[in-house]
């Protein structure tokens, strides 16, 4: 057995369908395209969409919402994530870029309460949730907002 040899099963497989080679192949002169009309025609196709003349589907749907130019884009930093710095450190934005806790700072930086903090440090950032600023106060640390 070789390669050159090698032929799929009997009735496995369909021979292509070779359109326009003349009335003897049952494809010839119109080449399956039926006569005249649009889709008869060189690069005769309707765009993806085209519903005939009719509104199309995008069109007829209504545009919803919008993207407030006012909107503010902040970091997020849980309180468990500031427990790596040192007891009476101070931590601010600089600090939290280097350690690799926040990147790409866009409008400032915002502390959520999610995690525990036992040592006691000063926080500078843009933003506080009332819980995380209990959650540093009650470990000894203190908070600023920038």
Known sequence: ??????SPAEGSTKKRKRI????????????????KGQKARSGGS?????????MPMQRRLPKRGFT????????????????IFEAGSTVSVEQLVSAGI?????DGVKVLADGEITKS????????SAAAKEKITAAGGTVQEL
């Open 1 to 6: 057995m070789e390669l050159n040899t090698i």
């Open 20 to 35: 326009g080679r003349g009335h003897g192949s049952g494809h010839g002169k119109t080449a399956t395209k039926g006569h």
């Open 46 to 54: 309707v765009k993806p969409g085209f519903e005939g003349g009719q």
């Open 68 to 83: 407030p130019l006012t909107r503010k884009v902040y970091e997020l930093v849980k309180v468990g994530q500031l427990e």
């Open 102 to 106: 926040v990147t790409g700072v866009k």
């Open 121 to 128: 440090i000063t926080v500078a950032a843009h933003k506080f």
